[in-house]
């Protein structure tokens, strides 16, 4: 019953954060913080300005012949825009590696039973932001590669054989391992955490290939509470907010799915962290660590 490791590992993710809520006050903090800059993103998208300033006409081809489908001046707002967009997503993902750095810490503190502040905490993540957030860069580009490898070979058979039984076969294929994946990628952070090596989290692959069928369920219950935690606030921020596209608008639904966010990330982080201590039970791990170490 190797699933009962993922089992495990999630129920355990669950008991942790209810008796550590202040946990998620650090992504929630950080969802907050980020509320106002991506709710002036959306504002200021090129795309509903440039619609919204087009004359109207009922012959789309008229449009395009006399203002050009993209004109030098929104094809400079779209260049600003991007460079504005990359900026805030290096942002985000630097204070995303602070937040599940710090999460995790304190995860870990208080399953051995340690008292812990969210000072020192987030004085923690500060201190290995840089590193986390390299090892968040290497995982995305590892888990990119895995899924795209079957991707890119079963749409050169599906060109050249024109079979629909190869896109069903593709379908299988991908869904165990993006599952897969998402339990793997899950524990490199927490890897990190515990051996202090960039390397060493590279591990997180090998060892979840030696519980595959763990890391596919366990991937799959953080897929299942992740899109439950998105479709909540989504279904009445859609009605209160159908249509908007003004800042404040955008704002308030940004600072209402703040915590729904807080807690998909502390699912992901204390959950890769459960898991890995699951596996720890096994005894791989620490060989697979250790060969990973450099």
Known sequence: MVQMGAVNAFARTIVTITKNPKLLLIPLMISIILSPISAYLVKEMPAFESLSELPESSNESIIFEEHGAFSEEMLTELANFSKFLLVFMLISLLLQALSEYAMIKGALMAEEGEEYSLIDLIHEGIMHVFQVFLI????????????????????????????????????LVEMPLVLFVIGASSMAVPIYVL??????????????????????????????????????????????????????GNLAANLLQAPFQAIIQALVAIGGLMLYLEFSKSGYEKETIEEFKF
């Open 136 to 171: 968040l860069i290497i995982i995305g580009v590892i888990s990119s590669a895995i899924l795209l490898v079957p991707l890119f070979l079963f749409s050169a058979l599906i060109f050249l054989s024109g079979s629909v039984a190869l896109i069903l076969l593709l379908i």
């Open 195 to 248: 051996s202090n090596s960039i390397s060493s989290s590279l591990g997180c692959f090998l060892l979840a290939f030696k519980n595959k069928l763990s890391s596919m369920t366990f991937g799959a219950l953080l897929v299942l509470s992740i899109f439950f935690l998105l479709a909540v606030p989504a279904s009445f921020i859609g009605l209160l907010f159908l249509g908007r596209t003004d800042f404040m």
